[in-house]
């Protein structure tokens, strides 16, 4: 998937200079796209999802730009596991409160992906999260946590989100607010194995997984579409931002024979042991699915002191 060089073009991004893949989706489109030529795409299954979401056009701290931003064919591998809570509040900011599965004990995930065909090109991505009570909540049910497990539903507070791009650097940092940085990253998820790479700044390993892939079951376009609403404070202010996700091909286990986690050298592992994970009780691996990431709003957010 790799260009050479002479086959980028840079383009302006909130007064950031980024280069961009030439004649690629953002090149071509600029985060306005013809869903029809998408549609040809021998990668891409379909396109219906998107058409029910219409783009708007928002001010962003990285200049006006159309929300959501799609795409179109993607893979991902969720590891959700356990960790007491006084770890993961020690690194919580005050205002959130984490989502418990029993007194004590909270749920916190790392999470690889990787995204073939999107409107800001080619490229993956790695997540260690913590889930957490919806913002507005007062007291949380049993429900929240059943679609919380279920990852149909999740809150998160993210603790470190490296990409392999510019482009989905400058976007996500700047203008969502994440704790994105660029990295050698390689996801790489079939029906058989899920295997992903993010090296540290040395070029060793920060974070690997080598895991085989939970027999996949395919869903129908929009009949499992999750939701996963992440919060960051831009400027002073708390926002949340939605990402809807179309599953088309996924798979779960509860088993962790054959799963490899290695912790190594760099900020992704740091922030993983920071929070003393107990045990992996779930993964998830979805091998193709799609979603639309919008642009973050202003939230309110209840503050845990009591």
């Known amino acids: 998937m790799s260009s050479n060089q002479k086959d980028t ?112 090109d080619f490229y993956t991505e790695a997540a260690v999260g913590i889930a957490v009570k919806p913002a507005r909540h007062g007291k949380l049910g049993f429900f929240d ?47 058989h194995r899920t295997t992903a790479r993010v090296a540290n700044d040395a070029g060793g390993v920060d974070l690997s997984l080598l895991a085989n892939t939970p027999t996949q079951r395919a869903y129908p376009s929009g009949e499992r579409v999750g939701s996963l609403t992440s919060y960051t404070n831009i400027n002073g202010a708390w926002h949340s931002t939605l990402n809807q996700t179309n599953v088309l091909n996924a798979g779960t286990t509860r088993s962790t024979s054959g799963i490899t986690l290695q ?19 779930q993964f998830d691996v979805m091998t193709e699915g799609q979603a639309a990431l919008h642009m973050p709003v202003p939230t309110s957010v209840r503050s845990r002191n009591k």
Do not use: C
């Open 9 to 120: 073009v840079k383009v302006s991004l909130g007064g950031r200079e980024v280069t961009v893949p030439k004649g690629g989706l953002y090149d071509q489109y600029r985060m306005n796209p013809d869903l029809d030529a998408i549609a040809r795409d021998p990668r891409v299954s379909g396109v219906d999802f998107f058409r029910r979401l219409p783009k708007i056009k928002v001010d962003s701290p990285i200049g006006p730009t159309l929300t959501p931003n799609f795409y179109y064919t993607m893979s991902s591998a969720r590891l959700t596991m356990i960790a007491p809570t006084r770890a993961i509040r020690s690194r919580l900011p005050e205002d959130l409160s984490p989502l418990e599965i029993t007194p004590g004990l909270g749920l916190i995930s790392v999470v690889f992906f990787r995204y073939d065909v999107a409107d800001i």
């Open 145 to 191: 946590l059943v679609t919380g497990l279920k990852n149909e539903h999740l809150d998160a507070y993210v603790l470190s989100l490296p990409v392999n791009t510019d482009i989905a650097q400058v976007r996500g940092h700047d203008g969502y607010g994440f704790p994105k940085w660029v990295a050698g990253l390689d996801v790489d998820i079939n029906d």
């Open 263 to 281: 912790l190594g050298e760099g900020r992704m592992s740091d922030d993983l042991r920071s929070l003393k994970p107990k045990r992996t009780i």
